[in-house]
């Protein structure tokens, strides 16, 4: 499962009117986060979804593609990868 924070993830003061105008800061920023289950069964905790990001950031359009992200890859029994609206990819590994 895949949980995001907010669609102004970036921006520094999301509750402001303009929060999708608004450029990051710099830095780390939380987009969301995964859960892995199999099953019903959790296979992981919550882990956060993190992109980096340099000052004056901003999504390159203002729709859900560049704000939200792709579902889940499942690459084999052991790794997930996103694709971030940042442009990167995130993979992630996880134990059984």
């Known amino acids: 499962m895949l949980y995001t924070k907010n669609e102004e993830w970036w921006s520094p003061d999301p509750e402001a009117d303009d929060a999708l105008e608004q450029p990051a800061l710099g830095g780390e920023y939380e987009l969301g986060t995964l859960r892995v289950f199999q099953g019903k ?21 203002q729709t859900d593609d560049a704000i939200f992200f792709d579902a889940p ?24």
């Open 41 to 61: 069964r959790p296979l992981s905790g919550p882990i956060p979804i993190i992109a980096t990001l340099p000052a004056g950031w901003l999504p390159e359009a």
């Open 73 to 96: 890859i499942f690459l084999d029994t052991h790794h997930v990868q996103i694709h971030l609206p940042t442009g990167k990819t995130w993979i992630y590994r996880f134990y059984l």
